[in-house]
T-cell receptor, first 109, second 113 residues
């Protein structure tokens, strides 16, 4: 199947700093990608839909100024967690078509 | 909007037994139903999917059935092995060209040797 690559797999950052997570489609072009958040032992929660060349669409309750999404090319979407706080610690996962990246474990200390 | 329910939340079987996980969906317009296996600390891995014009699909030890009238679909794993132990998620979406998925709550499958 298609390959979606996500980096980094783990990141630890200090409170107040920003963290960027990259999601790449390796063998296909993706005009749309999705960003999910997953809490321990829970299902995936859709955060936003990333649209190439236009603004992302955020789900209700997701702060667009906190979770900045940029989809500048047909193979790359980025999620930046701005001014991170400990409550932002979570597992973030991207997808394109029906395929998912490896996920990023973010820990804010 | 779409709502997907999944049962059971946990399932324990002996190696070699079969495992069945069931999901129901609410939006009759949904027409794409993938199943994912997620191991600890990893992203979900697509293991099988089915579209609404098909009632059943099989891939080696894994099969999925779909009943559009009743709006439910099921995952069947035969001859289970310890490496099948993981969390399994069902999902549903409108096949509009970009796959916005609505997920079930997950089933933790434990296969004991």
């Amino acid at each position: 199947g298609a390959v979606v690559s996500q980096h980094p797999s783990r990141v630890i950052c200090k409170s107040g700093t920003s963290v960027k997570i990259e999601c790449r489609s390796l063998d296909f072009q993706a005009t749309t990608m999705f960003w999910y958040r997953q809490f321990p032992k829970q299902s995936l929660m859709l955060m936003a839909t990333s649209n190439e060349g236009s603004k992302a669409t955020y789900e209700q309750g997701v702060e667009k100024d906190k979770f900045l999404i940029n989809h500048a090319s047909l193979t790359l979407s980025t999620l930046t967690v701005t001014s991170a706080h400990p409550e932002d610690s979570s597992f973030y996962i991207c997808s394109a078509l029906a395929f998912f990246g490896q996920g990023t474990r973010l820990t804010v200390v | 909007g779409e709502n997907v329910e999944q049962h059971p939340s946990t399932l324990s079987v002996q190696e070699g037994d079969s495992a069945v996980i069931k999901c129901t969906y609410s939006d009759s317009a949904s027409n794409y139903f993938p199943w994912y296996k997620q191991e600890l600390g990893k992203g979900p891995q697509l293991i099988i999917d089915i579209r609404s014009n098909v009632g059943e699909k099989k891939d080696q030890r894994i099969a999925v059935t779909l009943n559009k009238t009743a709006k439910h679909f099921s995952l069947h794993i035969t001859e289970t092995q310890p490496e099948d132990s993981a969390v399994y998620f069902c999902a549903a979406s409108l096949n509009t060209g970009f796959q916005k998925l609505v997920f079930g709550t997950g089933t933790r499958l434990l296969v004991s040797p």
